[in-house]
């Protein structure tokens, strides 16, 4: 039994979705100032092309990213379909996480204010039973050095390596990148652990002792995060205030 449409149709207009919420996701970051104009770059799964990538293009400032100018890559990194800038960061870090978790769809890495202040701190790790948000992320935070600048596949190697089964990679006095099963769930993660960090480093600068969530709370609060298919049409919401100020990320 099928619904009508034909699987071709089907997959197109699956993949404009993922184009037109991808894109919203770049205005997104830049609607919660965690952005650096062109530098920092997402990448998602395209529905239906086994081991294709949406990416951001290159030099391109976040606030004019549009589902028409997200490149995408075959499994070699060679634009596929339409000519794109791609940032060769960007292929080092993502290429080789999205080959080791085929469970994620969306990665996103930022240098965020917040979280790469935190991970600037010697020997420092996120307080998990810190916040409401920070315990959306009860163990599943995973931490790596500094390498310098990521060109090379070998370093997203590492990172896919260092990462593991989590959801978050703080990279030291870097930022961080967190994945999710959905695109929906990675900007919500990604703003909820800014979040946290943000809430963490008032904390500290205030010179007072956190007081800890008890843990079962805190499981509960990361199982329910993983469990969730967004947090009450998050993605949805946020467009609709992008829409409204007129924001052409559709295009």
Same mark, same amino acid.
């Given at each position: 039994?099928?619904?009508?449409?034909?699987?071709?149709?089907?997959?197109?207009?699956?993949?404009?979705?993922?184009?037109?919420?991808?894109?919203?996701?770049?205005?997104?970051?830049?609607?919660?100032?965690?952005?650096?104009?062109?530098?920092?770059?997402?990448?998602?799964?395209?529905?239906?092309?086994?081991?294709?990538?949406?990416?951001?293009?290159?030099?391109?400032?976040?606030?004019?990213?549009?589902?028409?100018?997200?490149?995408?890559?075959?499994?070699?990194?060679?634009?596929?379909?339409?000519?794109?800038?791609?940032?060769?960061?960007?292929?080092?870090?993502?290429?080789?996480?999205?080959?080791?978790?085929?469970?994620?769809?969306?990665?996103?890495?930022?240098?965020?204010?917040?979280?790469?202040?935190?991970?600037?701190?010697?020997?420092?790790? /996120?307080?998990?039973?810190? &916040?409401?948000? @920070?315990?959306?992320?009860? #163990?599943?935070? !995973?931490?790596?050095?500094? %390498? =310098?600048?990521?060109?090379?596949?070998?370093?997203?190697?590492?990172?896919?390596?260092?990462?593991?089964?989590?959801?978050?990679?703080?990279?030291?006095?870097?930022?961080?990148?967190?994945?999710?099963?959905?695109?929906?769930?990675?900007?919500?993660?990604?703003?909820?652990?800014?979040?946290?960090?943000?809430?963490?480093?008032?904390?500290?600068?205030?010179?007072?002792?956190?007081?800890?969530?008890?843990?079962?709370?805190?499981?509960?609060?990361?199982? /329910?995060?993983?469990?969730? &298919?967004?947090? @009450?049409?998050?993605?949805? #919401?946020?467009? !609709?205030?992008?829409?409204? %100020? =007129?924001?052409?990320?559709?295009?």
């Amino acid at each position: 039994m099928t619904d009508g449409v034909e699987p071709v149709a089907r997959e197109t207009c699956m993949s404009r979705v993922c184009r037109v919420d991808f894109a919203a996701v770049h205005r997104i970051v830049v609607h919660e100032n965690m952005h650096e104009g062109t530098w920092n770059h997402f990448s998602c799964k395209v529905p239906g092309r086994p081991g294709h990538l949406l990416i951001t293009p290159g030099q391109t400032h976040f606030s004019r990213v549009t589902a028409s100018s997200l490149v995408e890559v075959d499994p070699e990194g060679a634009p596929f379909g339409r000519e794109g800038r791609l940032n060769v960061s960007a292929w080092a870090i993502h290429a080789p996480i999205q080959r080791a978790r085929p469970d994620i769809v969306c990665a996103l890495h930022v240098h965020a204010p917040w979280s790469t202040a935190l991970a600037s701190i010697d020997g420092w790790r /996120l307080d998990e039973r810190g &916040s409401q948000n @920070a315990a959306v992320f009860y #163990g599943n935070c !995973a931490y790596f050095g500094y %390498e =310098g600048l990521v060109t090379g596949s070998d370093e997203g190697e590492r990172m896919a390596e260092a990462l593991g089964d989590k959801r978050v990679l703080f990279l030291a006095n870097h930022g961080v990148l967190i994945v999710g099963d959905t695109i929906e769930k990675a900007m919500l993660w990604l703003y909820q652990l800014e979040r946290a960090c943000m809430n963490e480093l008032l904390v500290l600068q205030a010179g007072r002792k956190i007081r800890p969530i008890p843990i079962a709370a805190a499981k509960l609060n990361a199982e /329910l995060s993983i469990e969730s &298919s967004g947090e @009450a049409g998050y993605l949805e #919401g946020m467009k !609709a205030v992008l829409d409204e %100020e =007129g924001q052409d990320y559709a295009d």
